[in-house]
C-alpha cells in the first residue's frame, strides 16, 4: 500500500514534469514562429515561457539541475525587447 506522502510526491513529481514538458513545448513554437517570421507570436510565446520559468523555477530546477533558468528567463525576456517593444510594455 502507499502512504500518503508517497502519492503526494508523485503527484507533484507528475506536475514538475508537465512543467518541464510545457516549457519544452513552449520554446518549440517559439522555433516554429520565427521560421515562419511570425516575430509577434514568438515574442507573446518568449514571455509565456519566461512566466512558466517565473511560476516554476524550483521545479525545473529540481528536474533540470543543469539548467541556467535565470539565463535562460532572460533571454526568453531579451528577445521580445528587442523585436516587440510594444509587447514587452506589459511584462516586467
Do not use: G
Not at 500518503?4 to 508537465?18: G, P, V
Amino acid at each position: 500500500m502507499c502512504s500518503i506522502d508517497a502519492l503526494a510526491s508523485k503527484n507533484t513529481s507528475r506536475l514538475e514534469e508537465k512543467n518541464l514538458v510545457l516549457f519544452n513545448r513552449s520554446l518549440e513554437i517559439i522555433e516554429t514562429k520565427l521560421k515562419a517570421s511570425d516575430y509577434d507570436s514568438a515574442c507573446l510565446e518568449a514571455i509565456k515561457s519566461a512566466t512558466l520559468i517565473d511560476q516554476n523555477v524550483k521545479s525545473l530546477n529540481l528536474l533540470e539541475p543543469n539548467y541556467d533558468w535565470n539565463e535562460i528567463r532572460a533571454v526568453l525576456i531579451e528577445f521580445p525587447r528587442k523585436h516587440c517593444p510594444n509587447l514587452i510594455k506589459s511584462y516586467k
